[in-house]
C-alpha cells in the first residue's frame, strides 16, 4: 500500500519571496547531509549501514517482485542488491573489517 503524502505541507515551506524551500529540521537528525572531510571513517561507516540495509530490503522486494512473476521487476532489484553487495564490500574494506571471502546469494 501507498501512504498518501501531502503536498501542502512541501507548499507551507516555500519562501513566497524567491520560491525557494526553506531549511526544516529533522528530529533526530543531524543537519548535515554527510560527516565533514575530516571524518572519512565516519563516511565509510555511514554508507556501509545504507548499503547492507539495501542489500537486506531489496533481498526482501526480490522474492516479492518473484512471487508476483514480476521477472523485469525482480532483475532490476536483483541488480540493485548486488551494487548494494559491491558498496558494502568496498566499505568493509576500507573500515578493515572484511572476515572472509563473501559469495553473493
Do not use: W
Not at 501507498?2 to 512541501?10: D, G
Not at 516555500?14 to 543537519?31: F, M, Q, W, Y
Not at 545504507?50 to 530490503?57: D, G, K, L, R, W
Not at 532483475?75 to 553473493?104: H, K, W
Amino acid at each position: 500500500m501507498r501512504k498518501a503524502v501531502s503536498r501542502r505541507s512541501k507548499e507551507d515551506k516555500i519562501c513566497p519571496e524567491d520560491n525557494r524551500l526553506t531549511p526544516v529540521a529533522h528530529p533526530g537528525r543531524s543537519t548535515l547531509a554527510s560527516p565533514g572531510p575530516h571524518s572519512m571513517d565516519a563516511l565509510a561507516r555511514m554508507q556501509l549501514e545504507v548499503a547492507s540495509y539495501i542489500e537486506e530490503i531489496s533481498i526482501e522486494l526480490g522474492a516479492m517482485a518473484r512471487a508476483a512473476h514480476l521477472s523485469s521487476l525482480a532483475y532490476f532489484v536483483d541488480m540493485t542488491r548486488l551494487e548494494a553487495a559491491i558498496n558494502r564490500r568496498t566499505c568493509q574494506l576500507q573500515l578493515g573489517e572484511v572476515s572472509g571471502p563473501d559469495i553473493p546469494t
